[in-house]
């Protein structure tokens, strides 16, 4: 069983950054992928991020690309989430995910463990 926890999580000003950490445990945690996913009120969960094993290959959406950087460390079993000139639309509970198998995956489908969620607002 992997389990996954999330802190970092608050109320920024728009233009502001936060950082997100999630620490695994339960499986050896480099071998595999890793991904962040958001949800805002009334909406479907989507991808945000998502990171290969080594940290060679990072994914983003569309809406995120150029302000957040995901990225881990393997001795400290901890992937993060770096989120600058944050947005209001940013606005959601950010969950750390982790996938059935080795590889990297968008879909929300593609992740079998989940964290509880942290709640990111941003303010105008």
């Known amino acids: 069983q992997v389990q996954l926890v999330e802190s970092g999580g608050g109320l920024v000003q728009a233009g502001g950054s936060l950082r997100l950490s999630c620490g695994a445990s339960?499986?050896?945690?480099?071998?595999?992928?890793m991904g962040w996913f958001r949800q805002a009120p009334g909406k479907e969960r989507e991808f945000v991020a998502a990171i290969s094993w080594n940290g060679g290959g990072t994914y983003y959406a569309d809406s995120v690309k150029g302000r957040f950087t995901i990225f881990r460390d393997n001795a400290k079993n901890t992937v993060y989430l770096q989120m600058n000139s944050m947005k209001p639309e940013d606005t959601a509970v950010y969950y750390c995910a982790a996938p059935s198998s080795i590889f990297v995956a968008r879909e929300k489908a593609e992740y079998r463990y989940w964290g509880q969620g942290t709640q990111v607002t941003v303010s105008s």
């Open positions: 339960g499986r050896t945690f480099s071998y595999y992928a």
